[in-house]
């Protein structure tokens, strides 16, 4: 069968027709056609130019737990398998992108290094953390952030330090055509027995204030300034509220949670009906943290 894509792009390990319930921890969405999955850099690179030559539009998927897929997607993505392996030079770590942000903060927990707490409980990747600029309990990824390496739009290497401007509140300059490919983290020593507390504590937080029992993508809107989208729709009565099998969870209501077998439309609905109502009651539009495909 003829194929679209370019020789050197089909060289690159690649998978046909996943499914994005496999994908994402939401569980929804539709086939992923084409999941280019590179285990070098090269190859990472090798992807980016070859999309950049052919005029190809492409999407980078690292854990999928803030996605939100509403369809099929044929275009190519891209979900890095780069070898796991950590490395400690004195106070600093570096991570392949495509390492779990858990077990970063586990890993790093388990060297005496402090500052990676916050991160025990935000799972994806550190790419995805890096790209979201992901953060809990008053910290997030450019706190600790020393250096990164990434991918222009054209396919260049670049490694840098963060620099102003770059990140802000869930957000960073890489947008979409910028795939980072690893970072460097910037710790400080630490009492393991103080380390472990904190990090039990957030679990304890977390546990009792987020529906981890089911399928979810997080907070699925940002905190407006000064506020919290979760209180705001816990305050419009929408707690409980269900489209189908796609619920407000009664637990959080910034969490969208899946019953179990719900659609991408149930959630896109869910989202458009939740975000109607605090306008509606609170005059606040909520914005989606998560990223929507
Ligand atoms: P994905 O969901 O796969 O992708 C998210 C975005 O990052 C996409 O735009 C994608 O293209 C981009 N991206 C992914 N990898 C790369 C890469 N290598 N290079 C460039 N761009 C890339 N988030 C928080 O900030 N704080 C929390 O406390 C938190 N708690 C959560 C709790 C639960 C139970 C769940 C399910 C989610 C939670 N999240 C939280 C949301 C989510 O875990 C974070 O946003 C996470 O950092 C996303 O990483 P990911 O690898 O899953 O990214
Ligand atoms: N609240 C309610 N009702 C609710 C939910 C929350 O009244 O249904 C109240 C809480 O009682 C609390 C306040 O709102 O007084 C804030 O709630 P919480 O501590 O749960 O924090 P949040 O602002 O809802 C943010 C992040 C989370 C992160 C936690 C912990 C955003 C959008 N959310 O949630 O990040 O884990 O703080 O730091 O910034 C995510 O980004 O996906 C995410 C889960």
Redesign the pocket.
Known sequence: MQHPWPDDLLAIPHRRDVPFSRL??LGVGGVCRWLFEPETEAQAAAFVKACAREGLPW?????????VVLGDVDIPVVR?KLPREVVRRGLEVSAP??FG?IRLSTEVAAMGLSGLEYAS?????V??????N???YGR?MVDVLARFR?LTPAGDLVEKSPEPGEFSY?WSF?G?R????GLVVRLVEGDPARINALVEEYRGRRGTS?P?DRR????IFKNPTGQSAGRLIDQAGLKGFRVGQAEVSPEHGNFLVNLGGATATEFRDLMTLVREKVREIHGIDLQPEV?IW
């Open positions: 994402t921890t999407r980078v998927l690292g854990g999928g737990s803030n996605l890095l992108a495509s942000h409980g935000i799972p994806g990747s790419g995805g953390a890096l790209h979201m992901a953060g809990a997030e990434f869930r890489l979409d910028h795939l980072a490919l987020q981890l979810n993508a997080g907070c990223e």
